[in-house]
């Protein structure tokens, strides 16, 4: 890892010195988002049907499953996974359904209690950073309990690694449609490959002393590893402990320190916070990134002249990293 994460580690330490101390108001989830994404299909047809938590992982779902599954997706877009509460319907969805499959090291708040009494009926419960192998991931010190850091999507190649125990749950329940599955499921190795491919030749063409974000919170730690950005998250890597006026404090001095040219606003997040530093900083907003949720659904993103759904995990990096390297030109 590179000099970022001491960076980031210090400014965690203090969002965790300091938890009890002051806090900003406005940090809450938008809880009236949730229910827009709960439409589970009505007409299912006797379809096996797929619940995922976030939405990055219906995307994935969805597209290895084609039309061969009823899938839903509990959280909307722009809803904060780490402050998500399930309402009554959502229990009744995961209740009905026959394989859920959610991020797990702790993204999801209270979901991964909900889960383990289904996986005992004989359900298909997968937590996809969970199945991922460990030396691949972040493992953060101090304070996230033993769990290693969640947003293992930022990095295109690892989330790649996703597609495999998805892939099997999907024929275990529809080996009748295994053939098709696979053929998806290579398909879309595909596209995350030209998408990798295409995130490096974009920060390749950035001056190396430029390559620095800060952001809301932790959520870039994979993606700064994975493609060489130094990032550094005001609030740790759970957004369920605000950031107190010191962490506003210790960010601002960083931005003068390091030089930080960009500092960025995330959808899933209060813009509150960033505001306030950049602000406080005297520097520009950066944009707005997807962090912990893929953008609305058909909002299209033109990029050099291609057009991309934000509502997909391949349009929502597409989005971040256009908005990254503008940034930092
Ligand atoms: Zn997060």
Not at 24 to 39: F, P, V
Not at 124 to 141: G, K, R
């Amino acid at each position: 890892m590179k000099a970022s994460s001491h960076a980031s580690r210090g400014i965690r330490r203090l969002a965790v010195a300091l938890a009890a101390g002051l806090v900003l108001g406005g940090l809450t989830g938008c809880g009236d988002r949730d229910s827009a994404a709960l439409s589970h299909p009505e007409s299912d047809g006797g379809r096996p049907r797929i619940v995922a938590t976030t939405t990055m992982l219906a995307d994935l779902v969805r597209t290895l499953a084609g039309e061969d599954f009823a899938v839903a997706s509990l959280m909307a877009p722009g809803v904060d996974p780490h402050t998500y509460e399930m309402p009554a319907r959502a229990i009744a969805l995961i209740r009905g359904a026959d394989a859920v499959i959610y991020n797990g090291h702790l993204l999801e708040g209270k979901i991964p209690d909900l889960l383990a009494p289904l996986a005992s009926q004989g359900k298909h419960v997968l937590a996809v950073a969970e199945s991922l192998p460990a030396e691949s991931l972040i493992h953060p010190d101090g304070d996230f309990a033993g769990h290693a850091d969640p947003h293992v999507w930022g990095d295109v190649r690892l989330w790649k690694s996703a597609i495999a125990p998805v892939a099997d749950i999907l024929k275990k329940l529809r080996p009748d449609r295994a053939d098709a599955i696979a053929a998806r499921a290579a398909a879309y190795a595909g596209e995350l490959d030209a998408l990798d491919a295409w995130i490096r030749q974009q920060i390749a063409s950035l001056p190396e002393a430029n390559r620095l974000i800060m952001t809301s919170h932790d959520a870039f730690g994979y993606f700064g590893r994975a493609y060489g950005i130094d990032v550094i998250g005001v609030q740790g890597i759970s957004t369920a402990t605000e950031a107190g006026l010191a962490d506003i404090v210790g960010a601002v001095d960083l931005i003068r320190q390091r030089g930080v040219r960009a500092i960025f606003v995330e959808s899933s997040v209060s813009r509150a916070v960033i505001e306030r530093i950049a602000r406080d900083a005297g520097v520009s907003v950066g944009g707005e990134l997807y962090s912990d949720s893929t953008g609305p659904a058909g909002n299209p993103v033109t990029i050099g002249g291609e057009t991309w759904d934000a509502g997909t995990y391949i349009g929502m990096m597409r989005h971040n990293v256009s908005v990254i390297v503008e940034a930092l030109r």
